[in-house]
C-alpha cells in the first residue's frame, strides 16, 4: 500500500482537528513529501470556507416573526381555556369544520344562515357515523361555518373595494410578515402585474391579519391573501377539487370567484371576478 | 394547591442568542431563504415548548441544533435515498488519484475570480442533492464547527457514523465540484493523470461519469 493510501482515510479528520497527536503526526510527516495530498488539504480546506460564506444576517422582519411566534406559544400556555370565554377558539374548532367541509359541497350559493347551522351539524353527524350526541359541538360548527362565511364575505368586499395598497416594493413585502405571522412572498401569478401589499385586519377571524397582494392580469383585478391557515380556516365552507394534483377550496360569492389553498401552515387565497376555474389555477401558481 | 416553578422568563431571549447560528445551518439544509426561516420558526416554537427539558448550564446551542436536525429530518426525508447511494458508484476521481495536484488547485482556486461565485454556487447546489444525513453531518461540521461528538450527539448516531457520512458527503460534493470545472474547462482531461498509468485513466474516467449519470 502507498504511503497515499494509508493516509487518504485521515486526511478528513487531520482537517477537522479529531486525530490524536500521534496520527495528526503521521499526516504532518506526509504531508511534507507529499504535494498530492497537500492540495487534497487545501482543496477540502476550501470547500469548507466556501461552504460557511454565505451565511445570511437574519433580517429584523424575521426576528419580529419569531418574537411573536414566540409570545403567541406564551400566551397560549398562560391562557389555556382562552375559548370557553369568548366567541371561538380557531384553533381548537377549526379540525371540526374542516371536517365538516368535506361533506358538506354548497359553493355556488351562499346558504341562509338558519339553514347552514342544520346542514353541519347533519354533515358533522354523517362523519361521525351517529347522530350528534352534543349539541354544544352541533352548534360550534354551525358558527364556525357562520363564521367563515362572514370572512370570505369580507375577504370578497376587500377585493371588491380595491383599496389602495400600501407596500409597492417586493423588497419591503418582508416588513408585512411580524403582523401577519407567516412568510410572505411575491409569487408571480402567470405574468400577472403586481400592484401592491397592504395588511388586512379580517374581523371574523378577531382581527387576525391577512396579508393581500394585488396583481392585474388582463383588466382583472386579482387578490391574493396569504395567512396563518390554521387561524383563518378559509376552507371551511369552500369545495374541495383537485387542480394540478393540488387540493383546492373554491367558492363563488357575490359574482366574484374564491380559491383557497394551504402549504406548511401557510393559507393562500385568490379572489378574482374571473370564473372559479380560472381563480383556482391562479391560486396553485401562487405556491410555485 | 402547588405549582411547578415556572420556567424562566427569558428564555426566548437565550434562544434567540442562537439565532445566527441555527439560520446559517438551516439555509444549508434548505432549498431557499423561505424554507430555511420556517425551519428555523418551527425549532424556535419547538425548543420553547420543550424548554422545561433543557438542563441550564449544558450547551444551548447543541441542544437547539438537535431540535432543527429533528425537525428537518422528520419533514424533507426523501426515503430511500441514503440506501442509493450507498450502493452507488465508489469512485472517487480525487481521493482515488486521477486527479492531479494542479487540477485540485485549480479547483480551489479558480484563475479567474469571475469563476468563484460558479463554484460556489455549485458547492451550494451539490450540497442540497445530498441525501439528508449526509448533509446535515457535513454542514453540523463545516458551518458549525462541531466536534464528531457533538454530531453525533446532536444526530443520535455513533461517531463511526459522523465520519463515514462526513467522508462520503464531502466526496460527493467535490466530484460534483469537479465534474462542474471539467464542463467549464477550468480542469481539462488532459490534466487527469494521477498515480495510476496514463493509458488507463481516460477509460476509467468516462466510466466514472458514465456511472455517475446513471445514478444522477
Ligand atoms: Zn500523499
Known amino acids: 500500500m502507498s504511503p497515499c493510501r494509508r493516509m487518504l482515510p485521515l486526511l478528513d479528520a487531520f482537517g477537522d482537528g479529531e486525530l490524536s497527536a500521534d496520527q495528526s503526526l503521521q499526516v504532518e510527516q506526509h504531508l511534507v513529501d507529499c504535494g498530492h495530498c497537500t492540495e487534497r488539504i487545501r482543496l477540502n480546506e476550501a470547500v469548507r470556507v466556501s461552504m460557511k460564506r454565505a451565511a445570511p444576517v437574519p433580517s429584523a422582519a424575521f426576528k419580529a416573526r419569531l418574537c411573536a411566534a414566540l409570545a403567541?406559544?406564551?400566551?397560549?400556555?398562560?391562557?389555556?381555556?382562552?375559548?370557553?370565554?369568548?366567541?371561538?377558539?380557531?384553533?381548537?374548532?377549526?379540525?371540526?369544520?374542516?371536517?365538516?367541509?368535506?361533506?358538506?359541497?354548497?359553493?355556488?350559493?351562499?346558504?341562509?344562515?338558519?339553514?347552514?347551522?342544520?346542514?353541519?351539524?347533519?354533515?358533522?353527524?354523517?362523519?361521525?357515523?351517529?347522530?350528534?350526541?352534543?349539541?354544544?359541538?352541533?352548534?360550534?360548527?354551525?358558527?364556525?361555518?357562520?363564521?367563515?362565511?362572514?370572512?370570505?364575505?369580507?375577504?370578497?368586499?376587500?377585493?371588491?373595494?380595491?383599496?389602495?395598497?400600501?407596500?409597492?416594493?417586493?423588497?419591503?413585502?418582508?416588513?408585512?410578515?411580524?403582523?401577519?405571522?407567516?412568510?410572505?412572498?411575491?409569487?408571480?401569478?402567470?405574468?400577472?402585474?403586481?400592484?401592491?401589499?397592504?395588511?388586512?385586519?379580517?374581523?371574523?377571524?378577531?382581527?387576525?391579519?391577512?396579508?393581500?397582494?394585488?396583481?392585474?392580469?388582463?383588466?382583472?383585478?386579482?387578490?391574493?391573501?396569504?395567512?396563518?391557515?390554521?387561524?383563518?380556516?378559509?376552507?371551511?365552507?369552500?369545495?374541495?377539487?383537485?387542480?394540478?394534483?393540488?387540493?383546492?377550496?373554491?367558492?363563488?360569492?357575490?359574482?366574484?370567484?374564491?380559491?383557497?389553498?394551504?402549504?406548511?401552515?401557510?393559507?393562500?387565497?385568490?379572489?378574482?371576478?374571473?370564473?372559479?376555474?380560472?381563480?383556482?389555477?391562479?391560486?396553485?401558481?401562487?405556491?410555485? | 394547591m402547588t405549582r411547578r416553578p415556572s420556567p424562566p422568563d427569558d428564555f426566548e431571549q437565550l434562544a434567540l442568542e442562537h439565532l445566527s447560528s441555527l439560520l446559517a445551518v438551516a439555509t444549508r439544509l434548505t432549498r431557499n431563504g423561505a424554507e430555511a426561516e420556517d425551519l428555523v420558526q418551527d425549532t424556535l416554537v419547538k425548543a420553547f415548548r420543550a424548554r422545561e427539558q433543557f438542563t441550564p448550564g449544558t450547551n444551548m446551542r447543541a441542544w437547539m441544533l438537535r431540535i432543527l436536525t429533528n425537525t428537518f429530518i422528520n419533514r424533507y426525508r426523501r426515503g430511500g435515498l441514503e440506501r442509493a447511494v450507498l450502493d452507488g458508484p465508489d469512485a472517487d476521481p480525487l481521493a482515488d488519484g486521477w486527479v492531479s495536484s494542479s487540477s485540485m488547485a485549480a479547483l480551489r482556486d479558480p484563475e479567474t475570480t469571475a469563476l468563484r461565485p460558479v463554484l460556489e454556487r455549485e458547492i451550494g447546489e451539490a450540497l442540497r442533492e445530498l441525501p439528508e444525513e449526509f448533509r446535515l453531518a457535513v454542514v453540523l461540521a463545516d458551518v458549525e464547527e462541531l466536534s464528531y461528538k457533538e454530531i453525533a450527539d446532536v444526530m443520535g448516531c455513533p461517531v463511526g457514523t459522523v465520519m463515514s457520512r462526513l467522508h462520503r458527503g464531502r466526496r460527493m460534493l467535490k466530484s460534483r465540484l469537479y465534474e462542474h470545472a471539467l464542463e467549464m474547462g477550468i480542469v481539462g482531461p488532459e490534466k487527469v493523470v494521477g498515480h495510476e498509468p496514463a493509458s488507463t485513466n481516460t477509460v476509467d474516467l468516462a466510466q466514472y461519469r458514465a456511472r455517475r449519470v446513471k445514478v444522477g
Do not use: C
Open chain 1, 72 to 288: 403567541a406559544e406564551r400566551q397560549r400556555e398562560e391562557h389555556p381555556s382562552e375559548r370557553i370565554g369568548r366567541p371561538l377558539s380557531w384553533r381548537t374548532i377549526a379540525p371540526i369544520a374542516v371536517a365538516a367541509s368535506v361533506a358538506l359541497a354548497f359553493a355556488a350559493a351562499r346558504p341562509k344562515p338558519d339553514t347552514m347551522g342544520a346542514v353541519a351539524g347533519a354533515a358533522r353527524a354523517s362523519l361521525m357515523g351517529h347522530s350528534p350526541s352534543s349539541s354544544s359541538m352541533q352548534s360550534n360548527a354551525a358558527s364556525v361555518t357562520a363564521t367563515v362565511e362572514q370572512l370570505i364575505d369580507e375577504l370578497v368586499t376587500h377585493h371588491q373595494q380595491g383599496s389602495h395598497p400600501n407596500v409597492t416594493e417586493a423588497a419591503l413585502l418582508e416588513q408585512l410578515e411580524p403582523e401577519v405571522g407567516v412568510p410572505v412572498r411575491l409569487p408571480s401569478l402567470y405574468g400577472a402585474r403586481w400592484e401592491g401589499a397592504s395588511v388586512l385586519p379580517v374581523k371574523a377571524m378577531r382581527n387576525q391579519r391577512a396579508a393581500s397582494l394585488r396583481y392585474s392580469v388582463g383588466g382583472h383585478r386579482v387578490t391574493l391573501y396569504v395567512y396563518n391557515s390554521a387561524n383563518v380556516p378559509l376552507r371551511a365552507t369552500l369545495e374541495p377539487r383537485v387542480v394540478y394534483n393540488t387540493p383546492v377550496y373554491v367558492g363563488e360569492r357575490r359574482g366574484y370567484s374564491i380559491a383557497a389553498v394551504e402549504r406548511r401552515g401557510v393559507g393562500y387565497a385568490v379572489a378574482t371576478d374571473l370564473n372559479d376555474s380560472e381563480s383556482a389555477e391562479l391560486v396553485v401558481a401562487s405556491l410555485h
